[in-house]
């Protein structure tokens, strides 16, 4: 294969990746994040209820990120994260009917099996592959900086088939047509993530590797005898718990920031924007530096940010402080989230164990789906308003500040492991 045919082959295969790992997740996760008032209101949902909904796909999560890590290296990637795809996209002809809670916390179940089981561990293999050994902060930067990008993009065209469909005041105060309105967002993302799952099957290779005589029972025992890999898993808890706090801003820039439900849709998603800067610009970083050193830094800068944000209130001139402060959390939670996984290779994790790793970590690490929404939701609701939102934030530094000493903890570990 030519030089330049190869190079554009390599770059298809991450574009699809990066397509694969964002729509997967566009359903259970965006409707939520950039339309979170009018979710709560077409539902007729409290905060609570909408964070157990979530609860209960974190459980079937967890249940299927371990197995999912032993699929991942057996089987080839191009088939699973088909699979997954597909079957996700179906789940979101059955949102659009506006369900009950019952029947929401039944389809997060299925998700939290069809987004994980065959996909999560699949995908990170994946990356890793494509990253090779000396770019696995640049691999996972890109990946999650495309994955930030894409996100932004569609939300930004959600919110325009959201203003469009729900039309004058009256529409836009009528249930029918806030309902109307959501639906027509749902198919829109039902139809990226089928979409995503024929590009998937078409462009991504099999794996080249013969994976099937790896034995994945002595894979998994070894990796639960690496404490290194424990303390990872503790460093995606606390970023990732970022990652979930960012579900909240919508929601805080309508009651405390004052604006519209269509403009708190719009802001969140103009902020995605950060995503792919911060990412990449931190993939880089971590090649150059060490993912253990950025992450650390990163950390630090969170806990500064967040008690601010716990302590700050809307004032007249004060409101450029308040949002560079909101502004520099999209940018540090999205550049953990650029390259925690790029610490596998910091760590050593042998190659032909990333999947059963990825599982592990995470099997712990992403637990927050199991309890953050249902924490920060009673927080929200027992102090309504401004001082709920405070408490949130509060709790959030407190988190980064755990990842703080995580991340000293790994990167002692992983000096002494050399």
Not at 40 to 51: H, K
Not at 130 to 136: F, I
Not at 183 to 200: E, Q, R
Request: proline share 4%.
């Amino acid at each position: 294969m030519p030089a330049t045919s190869a190079m554009r082959h390599r770059y298809l295969v991450i574009f699809c990746l990066i397509l694969a790992g964002e729509a997967i997740f566009s359903l259970p996760f965006h409707v939520a994040r950039f339309f979170r008032p009018t979710l709560l209101e077409v539902f007729n949902f409290s905060n609570a209820n909408l964070g157990d909904v979530f609860a209960v796909y974190g459980v079937t999560a967890m249940l299927a990120y371990f197995p999912g890590g032993t699929i991942a290296d057996r089987f080839s990637a191009r088939r699973l994260l088909a699979l997954s795809l597909i079957a996700t996209a179906a789940g979101g002809l059955y949102m659009a009917t506006i369900p009950g809670i019952v029947g929401m916390s039944v389809l997060f179940a299925y998700w939290g099996v069809t987004s994980i089981l065959l996909f999560w561990a699949a995908l990170i293999r994946s990356t890793r592959e494509w990253g090779g050994n000396l770019s696995q902060g640049r691999a996972f930067g890109i990946l999650d900086g495309g994955r930030g990008l894409l996100a932004a993009g569609l939300a930004s065209i959600a919110v325009v088939i959201f203003g469009a469909t729900l039309g004058g005041e009256s529409t836009a105060n009528s249930p029918a047509g806030q309902a109307e309105s959501l639906a027509t967002v749902i198919y829109f993302y039902t139809a990226t993530t089928f979409a995503a799952g024929v590009f998937a099957w078409i462009f991504v290779p099999d794996s080249p590797r013969s994976v099937g005589a790896t034995d994945p029972m002595a894979n998994v025992r070894a990796v639960l005898k690496l404490p290194i890999v424990w303390v990872q898993a503790l460093i995606v808890i606390c970023a990732y718990c970022g990652y979930k706090g960012l579900d909240n801003y919508a929601l805080y820039a309508a009651e405390v920031l004052g604006m519209s439900e269509v403009d708190a849709a719009a802001f969140t998603a103009a902020s995605a924007y950060i995503r792919p800067v911060a990412a990449v610009a931190a993939g880089f970083a971590a090649d150059r530096l060490s993912a253990g050193k950025l992450m650390a830094g990163l950390f630090l800068i969170l806990i500064a940010v967040y008690g601010f944000l716990g302590s700050a209130a809307p004032i007249p001139g004060g409101s450029t402080l308040l949002f560079a402060n909101i502004f520099i959390s999209f940018a540090g939670v999205y550049a953990l989230r650029g390259v925690y996984f790029a610490l596998l290779q910091e760590t050593q994790i042998p190659p032909h164990m990333t999947g059963t790793a990825v599982g592990l970590i995470s099997l712990v690490g992403f637990t927050p789906d199991i309890f953050f929404a249902a924490i920060g939701g009673r927080l929200l609701d027992n102090a309504p308003g401004l001082v709920g939102h405070q408490h949130y934030f509060m709790m959030l530094a407190s988190i980064m500040a755990i990842g703080l000493v995580a991340t000293a903890t790994l990167v002692y570990l992983a000096k002494r492991q050399k």
